[in-house]
């Protein structure tokens, strides 16, 4: 809406701030030439504003009455603290949001592709310190089946670079792989 209420004000108050330049120039060729051409230009600014100003409250008092929406990943992390889980590795778009998801009660490290299809650290927007083994200890990888962020990949590349998973639960769209081990161990060295 800003974007058209801009083109739409511009197009309202240029021929207002442009009135008296004109009136001017019109004036040395003729009052009574001046006199119309300012009479068309002119444009009632007060009613145009309160009508604007009024469709901005309305869709702003609408905005506020929408019931809110939870975290897109809330459902995720309530159920990884739920089940004691609290740091663990997923794709770059599942790892912060459901970190900040979480309140804090699960860490979640970001990974990505390595040579021969196995899983490394996450080299975007992340402190090496999350995959310090002797600081951290990440026991579970989150995979998205579907969905805009879909990690399928990760399945194979934790397998790949883990061994085959101790326990596996569906949470939603989510695929959660255990190890009775600490992963960070076993990541590949990322990309140089």
């Known amino acids: 809406m800003l974007p058209l209420g801009a083109v739409l004000a511009g197009r309202l108050l240029a021929g207002r701030l442009l009135a008296p330049q004109l009136l001017a120039g019109r004036q040395a060729a003729g009052k009574a030439a001046g006199k ?9 600014l007060r009613p145009v504003l309160a009508v604007v100003a009024a469709g901005y409250l309305a869709a702003l008092g609408y905005g506020a009455a929408q019931p809110a929406v939870p975290a897109m990943n809330e459902p995720l992390a309530t159920w990884l603290a739920g089940h004691g889980f609290s740091h663990g590795l997923a794709g770059y778009w599942q790892a912060g949001s459901t970190t900040l998801d979480a309140g804090g009660r699960v860490s ?7 040579r021969s299809g196995r899983v490394v650290p996450g080299n975007w927007e992340t402190s090496t310190l999350l995959y310090d083994p002797s600081r951290q200890h990440a026991d579970f990888v ?22 085959p998973p101790q326990q596996t639960y569906v949470v939603g769209p989510y695929t959660i792989m255990t190890w009775p081990a600490n992963l960070l161990t076993r990541l590949g060295k990322p990309r140089g």
């Open 36 to 44: 119309a051409a300012g009479k068309a230009l002119r444009v009632p």
């Open 108 to 114: 979640v490290s970001s990974v990505g592709h390595g």
């Open 142 to 163: 989150v995979v998205e089946n579907s969905g805009t962020y879909s990690t399928r990949w990760l399945r194979a590349a934790a397998e790949r670079t883990f061994g």
